[in-house]
């Protein structure tokens, strides 16, 4: 079965916090994707990853930086967390073709108090 | 310009009806494919059917089926007898030309009351 596994369903960070949200993959997919939800915007793309080492900014990368060091798992980094970076935050993964759909995690909720 | 929208953040639906979801799109790339996903209270993303570009006919899965109107760029999600299990948000997404990356609507909520 395709999996793609968040490492945290929840998470509670301070202000100002260096903050690693994990995702690993085990389907051999090239592409790599982090997205936030939230409510009214829908999905919007952070960062996405089309092959080890190699990353593409998405729509929305400011405050945030991404790290795929094994074609299984990219990690999202929030530097310096700030409050408007509370949100829900889904990573995804899938293969080269074009007609192939995304996998998506069980998603993370990242409170920044 | 936003390249996916949605226009209905929420719609209702008598259970055994069908409902129409709208989806718009914008690109002027001739090779797109558009998906549609399924996110119920749970969270989780559940794909449910794609389209692509060069198709001749609208895709069909199951009860899900796709209105593709690609001179209108529209490519609306119809439900056919909507179940209680359908309640969830709807997201409409398109990728172009050789990129591999999904561009997402803000969604539309459903309900399907009894």
């Known amino acids: 079965d395709v999996k793609v596994t968040q490492s945290s369903r929840y998470l509670v960070k301070r202000t100002g916090e260096k903050v690693f949200l994990e995702c690993v993959q085990d389907m051999d997919h090239e592409n790599m994707f982090w997205y936030r939800q939230d409510p009214g915007l829908g999905l919007r793309l952070i960062y996405f990853s089309y092959d080890v080492k190699m990353k593409e900014k998405g729509d929305i990368p400011e405050g945030y930086s991404v790290s795929r060091e094994k074609k299984e798992r990219f990690s999202l980094i929030l530097e310096s967390a700030s409050t408007n970076q509370t949100s829900m935050y889904l990573c995804a993964s899938k293969w080269q073709g074009m007609n192939t759909e995304a996998f998506f995690g069980q998603g993370t909720r990242l409170t920044v108090v | 310009a936003q390249k996916i929208t949605q226009t209905q953040p929420g719609m209702f639906v008598q259970e055994k009806e069908a409902v129409t979801l709208d989806c718009t799109y914008d690109t002027s790339d001739p090779s797109y494919g558009l998906f549609w996903y399924k996110q119920p209270s749970s969270g989780e993303m559940i794909f449910l059917i794609y389209q692509g570009s060069y198709d001749q006919q609208n895709a069909t899965e199951g009860r899900y089926s796709l209105n593709f109107q690609k001179a209108r760029k529209s490519a609306n999600l119809v439900i056919s007898a909507s179940q209680l299990g359908d309640s969830a948000m709807y997201f409409c997404?398109?990728?172009?030309?050789?990129?591999?990356?999904?561009?997402f609507g803000a969604g539309t909520r459903l309900a399907v009351h009894p």
């Open positions: 997404a398109m990728r172009e030309g050789g990129d591999n990356k999904l561009i």
